[in-house]
T-cell receptor
């Protein structure tokens, strides 16, 4: 069975400092992995996705993530946090059974301090 | 512009009532999904449908029902059998290119259901 674990429920950074949101996955085959962002009472917006091409994936708003098979990790990073980055972030793996079901991590709340 | 429309944005239900959440997409996507979100938890799958007139239970289907009579529409009914329905509900659709290698998801903006 596939699963996703987000290692931090809350992360707090100062504006202009780097962001690191950690995600480990478990999958019996090569997974498709996503990072989504959710602002309060909003739907989910795709930041980036990995589908077995380049291991370093660049997304929107300066975010990127690196797929590391040996560590089963897909951590999300950004060099410099902006106040508008404050939100909930979800690491997601796609079920490869053909149904397209998404399996979500528990989420990480990113706080950005001025 | 194409997208997914969920309505209403906020919904209040009295105990014992059934309520229906609307989800409409004009993206021509085949597959559609309903997820439930509770505070401090990720999204959990309620039901999904890969084609018209067909749908399957997800991980937490008890107390919910769906229909898929049209490709564009995938309404979710929260029945009185759902003991703890207060949550944020998100609808999603999936596109998949013919080569099946490129696919992605679009999410609606959600409906917040509160039992009063």
């Amino acid at each position: 069975a596939q699963s996703v674990t987000q290692l931090d429920s809350h992360v707090s950074v100062s504006e202009g400092t780097p962001v690191l949101l950690r995600c480990n996955y478990s999958s019996s085959y090569s997974p498709s992995l996503f990072w989504y962002v959710q602002h309060p009472n909003k739907g989910l917006q795709l930041l980036l996705k990995y589908t077995s091409a380049a291991t370093l994936v660049k997304g929107i708003n300066g975010f990127e993530a690196e797929f590391k098979k040996s560590e089963t990790s897909f951590h999300l990073t950004k060099p410099s946090a902006h106040m508008s980055d404050a939100a909930e972030y979800f690491c997601v793996v796609s079920d490869r059974s053909g149904t397209g079901k998404l399996i979500f991590g528990q989420g990480t709340t990113l706080q950005v301090k001025p | 512009d194409g997208g997914i429309t969920q309505s209403p944005k906020y919904l209040f239900r009295k105990e014992g009532q059934n309520v229906t959440l609307s989800c409409e997409q004009n993206l021509n996507h085949d597959a559609m999904y309903w997820y439930r979100q509770d505070p401090g938890q990720g999204l959990r799958l309620i039901y999904y449908s890969q084609i018209v007139n067909d749908f399957q239970k997800g991980d937490i289907a008890e107390g919910y029902s769906v229909s898929r009579e049209k490709k564009e529409s995938f309404p979710l009914t929260v029945t009185s059998a759902q003991k703890n329905p207060t949550a944020f509900y998100l609808c999603a659709s999936r596109y998949r290119d013919r080569g099946r290698e490129n696919y992605g998801y679009t999410f609606g903006s959600g409906t917040r259901l509160t039992v009063v």
